[in-house]
């Protein structure tokens, strides 16, 4: 539903935390990527294919009892019309008879991943996204649940998430997602100013979203959340500045907000955007800045890179317990495991794995004739990916990293194995961004604001990548 630009900027709201100083934002304003997963999907190759991700899932099957419970993510690739700041894989059309089809495809692909898992897999997680999943009508979204539920075994009040366009639901329509056992909505907003809409292609009056937002809190719809962007065309600081207010207003549980990274040569609707109308890198970091302030003010928690939430919401709880984590979703309180991906494009995790369905509808569909799981690259985790896995997520997450017991977990002197790691975390120690003993690494608050840049001193693959990511201010 959102862009899938790559933000830098890292903003933690911490009681402690120094003024937010752009500055420093400028200082680390270079490309680099989310850490939704660790290597990221740019590493994936396509030497791994779908042998090797069927013996991943017997090697699932095989622990049997010992597993934890499945995530499952579900993707519809579908969107009637066109975002121009669109980075996702999707597919624009009104031909909305292509769901039945592709609803037919899901269910050959379901029946693929389960012949390898077993049947009655349990699940604690269902994450539908996008394209836009409510592009799938109420009688399809019931037959997808169908679907699922006779292929696996849902564990009771599991987490059931759901994007949704604004612009193709009413309250009938959330009013069946809640019956098919949907309880986490996300509302891809962006920008509530007409002008900015305009020059997006998304229309959608403010009062909609308030309308919606109202049902589906009437509806039992728990941490609803809400996706900005900011540096998108015709935005301004006033203009913003009015987004934000509306957006307290709403008071969503969660809000993520996400810097627009324009980069035409790779996303073929932003050619539509005209450079001239973006604003500036030094009104972008304004922007941003001034974002936090209203958010804080309000009383919203700052989660980790760009996610906030309200300080009763289960995230927050989960950022003050030090239980969060994060998955391809972002920020999650859902323990890290297995997650089976399903539709085309999407990427899932198995064991020290991760792989990648077919990215076109074509290349997807002729496998799924063949009998074949779809899956055409990923990766199979090496020990030091699994150890830097573990490590960035820690400092992600926790922003703190005990070396003996992040050693002796993954059997390495941490000391040793990270001397070049320990040097370059040097210059940020010194200027007060982390701080290390003989025992810890530990993200300041300060260092907050740029925990990214922190993370990818333990990423082996990024100084080679760097020029895939954008810059984002
Ligand atoms: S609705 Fe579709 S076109 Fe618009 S941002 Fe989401 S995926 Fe992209």
């Given amino acids: 539903m959102t862009s899938t630009s790559i933000a830098f900027l890292d903003l933690p709201i911490v009681p402690d935390a120094a003024p937010l100083s752009t500055a420093l934002l400028r200082q680390f304003d270079v490309a680099g990527p989310r850490y939704t997963s660790y290597p990221t999907a740019d590493r994936f190759v396509d030497a791994f294919d779908a042998d090797d991700y069927a013996l991943a899932l017997q090697g699932r099957r095989d622990a049997g009892a010992s597993a934890a419970p499945l995530s499952l993510y579900v993707h519809i690739p579908f969107c009637e019309s066109l975002c121009y700041y669109c980075a996702c894989n999707k597919i624009v059309t009104k031909h909305h008879e292509k769901a039945t089809q592709y609803l037919a495809y899901l269910a050959r692909e379901v029946r693929l991943q389960v012949a390898q898992l077993g049947r009655g897999t349990t699940v604690s997680q269902l994450h539908l996204g996008g394209g836009t999943p409510t592009f799938l009508n109420d009688a399809e979204l019931s037959q997808l649940l169908a679907m699922l539920h006779e292929a696996f075994d849902f564990l009771p009040g599991g987490e059931r998430s759901i994007e949704i366009d604004p612009r193709t639901v009413d309250a009938a329509r959330l009013a069946h997602l809640a019956s098919l056992g949907f309880n986490r909505l996300s509302f891809g907003v962006q920008d509530f100013d ?3 809409q305009k020059a997006v292609h998304r ?14 809190r009437a509806l039992g719809f728990k941490s609803i959340n809400v996706d900005l962007i900011y540096g998108l065309p015709r935005q301004n600081e006033a203009s913003f500045e009015r987004t934000m207010a509306q957006v307290c207003e709403l008071r969503p549980d969660r809000i993520a907000l996400y810097a627009y990274a324009h980069l035409p040569e790779r996303f073929k609707p932003q050619r539509r955007i005209s450079a001239d ?17 209203t958010l804080t003010e309000a009383g919203y928690v700052y989660i980790g890179m760009d996610h906030f939430a309200l300080p009763d919401d289960p995230l927050a709880v989960a950022k003050r317990e030090g239980r969060l984590h994060r998955d391809f979703q972002g920020y999650s309180t859902q323990p890290d495991g297995d997650l089976v991906a399903l539709g085309v494009s999407a990427i899932g995790r198995i064991g020290a794995t991760y792989s990648q369905n077919a990215k076109t509808i074509e290349a997807y569909y002729d496998l799924l004739d063949q009998e074949h799981l779809p899956v055409v690259r990923g990766l199979a985790l090496s020990r030091d990916d699994v150890l830097r896995r573990a490590v960035i997520m820690a400092l992600m997450c926790r922003g703190h990293v005990n070396f003996d017991a992040m050693g002796e977990a993954h059997r390495v002197d941490f000391r040793h194995y990270f001397v070049t790691e320990f040097a370059a975390l040097g210059p940020l120690a010194a200027q007060g961004l982390v701080r290390m003993t003989d025992h810890d690494i530990d993200v300041t608050p300060q260092g907050w604001f740029v925990v990214r840049a922190i993370a990818m001193v333990f990423d082996r693959y990024c100084r080679e990548n760097r020029t895939r990511f954008s810059r984002v201010v």
Avoid: K, N, S, Y
């Fill in 194 to 196: 007409p002008d900015v």
């Fill in 203 to 216: 229309i959608q009056p403010a009062h909609q979203v308030f309308d919606l937002m109202a049902e589906a």
């Fill in 277 to 293: 109308e973006l604003p500036d890198a030094a009104a972008r970091v304004r922007m941003l800045a001034r974002a936090v302030d």
